[in-house]
Each structure stands twice: as structure tokens, then as C-alpha cells.
């Protein structure tokens, strides 16, 4: 290098530090100015605030729940109640007729069956879904004594029962390919869910409410249709459930049905809010990633098909809950909220349109037997 290319590089040098120093300079500027905009947007979420503090005043109440509704460890059924004792030396006497008693119910039931066996064994995972909604833990722990955060231990310890009954009692009838059941549980709770319900409490309610009235019609319409095929444990175990079902619907609705008190305007919107994304079963993703990726599909088209679970109770659980939470009448409404108001007014009918569109297929696949 000469002497005169010195100061050429100096120069050189100069410019490109200064290019450098502004090009730092604007990803700092962009980085804090996206940083301002959420925080902003933290900020101004007054909404989920405003949810967050109607939370919080009904932690006594949810408490209360805790100690009335949900059953003490103690006092509630468990799966054995149900089950042969192998302490018992006729228990293979037992086994024996279960599954004689078994042997009658049609494939499509016992896949149906399944399905819903998978979905309860993902139901005690939902805790965290729960504790991740604004306002509900906001000690961060589950052993914080809040009537939320004891509500949603309780609630899925309960629903721990139904998964691991049923459980059981399908892998005693012999006619389930339990490997391959057990692989789609692992699937399911490795792949969780989205209840699309964000992290907003009051959405949350009012998908657990409609949840709850799903599961229990059923436990209830399977339970009927082991009654037709002879076995009358099955439908014990069914209708067992579906009464828990039923409780815990209850509970959810009496939640919202407090929120609603509170905030009309906005349990209404964050209920019109829910029925426009839809409700997702809470085991959408069993077949995501697996070799069979369809077979959540599959397992929903034979619920339709048999009646366990329909595109016709999709429409009566909304006009259920519209008629439950007396939307129609409710009155001093928010624009917003009026508008949503109108909306739900008409969901049930549409969807009951819908519904008798829907062809029941002709053909379905089975899935998990033997
Ligand atoms: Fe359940
Ligand atoms: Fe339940």
C-alpha cells in the first residue's frame, strides 16, 4: 500500500463504521419501537384486563365449587368399582362374561368408543391449557390456594377417572388393539390442543361449558346403545360418566352465568367470539404426525354415523346455551355486544340447517380393534 492510500483508507474505514453505526442504530430504533408496540398493545388490552378482574372476583365462588360440586377422593366412584377384583378367584369368571357381553357390541361403537377413551386420557394434560388463561393463576403455582387453580386440578383429577375406567374396561373385552391405542394417547397429549379460545378466560368458559355438554351427550347416547347390544356394564360406565358430565357442565355454566351478571357485554362478545372460530373436539390432533393422519376424522365420521355425537347436537348444544344464558333478552348492551347478540339468535337455526345437509358416510374406517 502507498502513503497517499493511507488516508484513502482511513477514510474508507470512516464511512463504513458510520454505515455500520447508522445500520445498528435503525435495528435498535425498529427493535425498540416493536417493543413499545407491544407493550402498547399490552397495555391497551383493556379487555382481557377487564376479564382478568371479573376473574378474579369470582375466585370465592369458584372455590366454593371446588368443596360442593367436585367429589372429595374419598367419597367419589373410581374404576374399579367397575372392574373385576383379581383378588377375587372368580374374577376370571368376571373377565369372561365381560367380554362374552362385549362380543356384542358392533365394531362402529367400539371404535367410537375408543375415541372417546383417547380423548378422556388427554382430559387430566388440560390443566396446563387451563393455568395458561389470563387471571386464572396469577401466583404462578399449582399450589396456590386459588379457587381457579383448585378448580382446575380437581376438575381434571376427576376427569382422570373417565379416561382410565374406560381404559380398562376396553382392554378386558379383548377386542381392542390396545398398542396402537396407547400409541394414539401418547400421540395426542405429545401434539395437545387449541381450543382457539386465546388465552382470554371468559372464551375459555364458554368452551369448557360447551365442551362438557358435548362428552356427556356422548356418554349418554353410547350408554344407550350398549343397552341395545346387551352389555349392561358398558352402559353403566357410560352413564356414570356422562353424571359427571353433567356436574361439570353445570359448573361451567353457572361460571359464565356469573360472568354474564357481571359483564354482559362482554361474555356476550367473547361468546359470539368462540361460536365464530367454532369448537374444536379437544382431540383434533390425535392423527397429526402419525401414519395415520387421518384417523381423528375417521373416528368423528362414525360418531355421526351412529349417532354418538352429531352435526344436529353441534347446533342443540348452541341453542342450549343461548336459551341458558337467556342472550335474547339480555338488555343495555354495548354496540358490540349487540351485534353478537343477533348473531347468536340465529347460530342455532344455521347450524341445524347445516346439519341436515350432512350425509352420514356410507363407508367408514374402523380403527384400533383387533
Ligand atoms: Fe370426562
Ligand atoms: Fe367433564
Known sequence: ???CGIPRLISGLKTHFRFLFLYLHAIHASNLAKNIRQMNSKEINYELEKNMEVISQL???VGHAVDTVLVDPEDCWQPTDFL??????????EVKLLQQRAAGIPDTVLTSLVGNMITEEALPSYQTYFNLLEGINVDKSLLSPS??????????AEENRHGDLLNKYLYLTGRVDMRVVEQTIHRLITNGFDPKSESDPYQAMIYTSF???????SHVNTGKLADKAGDHLLSKICKTIAGDEARHEKAYKTFMSRIFDIDPSGAITAFEKMMRKQIVMPAALMGEGSSRPSIYKDFAEITQKIGVYTGWDYARIIEHLVDYWKIESLTGLDAAAAKAQDYL???ADRYMRLADRIKAPDEVSLAWLK
Open 1 to 3: 500500500m502507498t502513503a
Open 59 to 61: 375466585d370465592d365462588f
Open 84 to 93: 373385576p377384583d383379581f383378588s377375587n378367584p372368580e374374577a376370571m369368571e
Open 147 to 156: 379457587g381457579w387453580v383448585r378448580w382446575s386440578k380437581a376438575w381434571t
Open 211 to 217: 365442551q362438557e355438554r358435548a362428552t356427556k351427550i
Open 345 to 347: 339468535a340465529g347460530l
